[in-house]
């Protein structure tokens, strides 16, 4: 059985600089075709990808928030981390990991998703 | 980058036939996937690889794409259906996924 779960803070203030955890099971992060990517979605709003990493530790960011992301992986413990720095109140969001699965014509799509974690950003 | 566009809303009586949008540049090269939101929780996959359904998904939901626009169908729709659907593809030139707006599915 699949799962992936979010942890972290729940609050961060401006400036700060956010942690995520996504703790996988039921599959491996050295699985081949597969991926785990970050996803975050604001109140209200539509769903953002954020970044991805893939098992041979390829790794991709959204354009507009490359600066400020980075995405690792620890294999051994099914983990895949997220920072993010210099939050700002606009990042206030619900972040979800999920896995990326290889589909049809050679691209991926989300097949499972965590529950997700409610972010703020306030001081 | 490549951009997807849904319409903001649908809506649906009981029982009738739901078909959602999903438009974008010879999107029917593509494969679309299509996720559904309810209210408090986190997407769920109802149609992989355009037309795809994975198990547990109810037959009602079917998925069709070609030309510029992809479809995702509900039909007999039940109040349970009432949710956000999103589609998605991956945009190869960036290596990126990218996500339509979004569309809330109102059941009358």
């Known amino acids: 059985q699949v799962t992936l779960k979010e942890s972290g803070p729940v609050l961060v203030k401006p400036t700060e600089t956010l942690t995520l955890t996504c703790t996988v099971s039921?599959?491996?992060?050295?699985?081949?075709?597969?991926?785990v990517s970050w996803i975050r979605q604001p109140p209200g709003k539509a769903l953002e990808w954020l970044a991805h990493?893939?098992?041979?530790?390829?790794?991709s960011y959204s354009t507009s928030l490359k600066t400020r992301l980075t995405i690792s992986k620890d294999t051994s413990k099914s983990q895949v981390v997220l920072t993010m720095t210099n939050m700002d109140p606009v990042d206030t969001a619900t972040y979800y990991c999920?896995?990326?699965?290889?589909?049809?014509?050679?691209?991926?799509?989300?097949?499972?998703w965590g529950q997700g974690t409610l972010v703020t950003v306030s001081s | 980058s490549y951009v997807l566009t849904q319409p903001p809303s649908a809506s649906v009586a009981p029982g009738q036939t739901a078909r959602i949008t999903c438009g974008g540049d010879?999107?029917?090269?593509?494969?679309v996937h299509w996720y559904q939101q309810k209210p408090g929780q986190a997407p769920v996959m109802v149609i992989y690889?355009?037309?795809d359904r994975p198990s547990g998904i109810p037959e009602r939901f079917s998925g069709s794409n070609s030309g510029n626009t992809a479809t995702l169908t509900i039909s007999r729709v039940e109040a349970g259906d009432e949710a956000d659907y999103y589609c998605?593809?991956?945009?190869?030139?960036?290596?990126?996924?990218?996500f339509g707006g979004g569309t809330k599915l109102t059941v009358l």
């Open positions: 999920a896995r990326l699965r290889l589909g049809r014509l050679s691209l991926y799509y989300f097949d499972y």
């Open positions: 039921g599959f491996s992060l050295s699985g081949a075709r597969l991926g």
């Open positions: 990493i893939f098992s041979n530790d390829e790794k």
């Open positions: 010879n999107i029917g090269r593509k494969a």
């Open positions: 690889d355009d037309s």
């Open positions: 998605q593809v991956w945009d190869s030139s960036s290596d990126h996924p990218v």
